[in-house]
């Protein structure tokens, strides 16, 4: 029985960590448009200054990825006269995660029910909770893209995960959370 809990209590854990890696994606848009007339882009830059807390390699990164993604969907950037406008927003929080852990040692007895005699759990029982914290940082990445003609709002992608801290980490992940963003846009790659 003890190891039974202590496998199910891992397996637990492993899936609550494992949530933790992995990129959340929401979006939405506007379901009038016809996303394919959108031929051209420009980057309009970041919203609120919020690139400050990015290295250049990162912003770097991050427009590869992007270009990348709109190149698939056969879009070209133009910065003179472009269909749709893209800006970006990054915020990156301070977060941490509580785990606990209890080591429940429970007694087999005999004794009086409610109902009378019987066997059932009695007897001498303990448990143990353990704690565990850990700091982590979290990073949400917004895109929105404007129609460059009307300026009206057509489509939104939010992000939400774990910041990798290591530079040679963020080389890999950057693009694949990029490309995980723009899976809902409403124009698929091409490539």
Do not use: H
């Not at 427009?63 to 056969?74: G, I, N, P, T, V």
């Not at 995660?97 to 409610?114: D, E, H, I, L, Q």
């Not at 992608?157 to 980490?169: D, M």
């Amino acid at each position: 029985m003890k190891s039974k809990f202590k496998i199910l209590t891992t397996l637990f854990l492993a899936v609550l960590f494992a949530g933790q890696l992995y990129a959340q994606v929401k979006s939405d848009y506007d379901k009038n448009v016809d996303f394919t007339k959108y031929k051209t882009y420009t980057f309009k830059g970041w919203e609120k200054n919020s690139d400050e807390i990015l290295n250049d390699f990162d912003k770097k990164r991050i427009l590869q990825a992007f270009k990348d993604e709109l190149d698939a969907r056969s879009m070209t950037k133009d910065d003179t006269n472009p269909d749709v406008a893209i800006t970006l927003y990054i915020v990156v929080d301070d977060k941490t995660s509580t785990t606990a852990y209890t080591n429940y040692n429970g007694g087999m007895g005999y004794g009086v029910g409610r109902w009378g005699w019987g066997m059932g759990m009695g007897g001498m029982a303990s448990s143990t909770t353990t704690y565990s914290e850990d700091d982590y940082k979290q990073g949400t990445l917004v895109v929105s893209f404007y129609d460059e003609e009307s300026k009206d709002l057509v489509w939104q992608g939010v992000l939400s995960k774990v910041v990798k801290e290591k530079p040679e980490k963020r080389e890999k992940s950057i693009p694949k959370s990029v490309k995980k963003l723009m899976k809902p846009y409403p124009v698929k790659p091409m490539k």
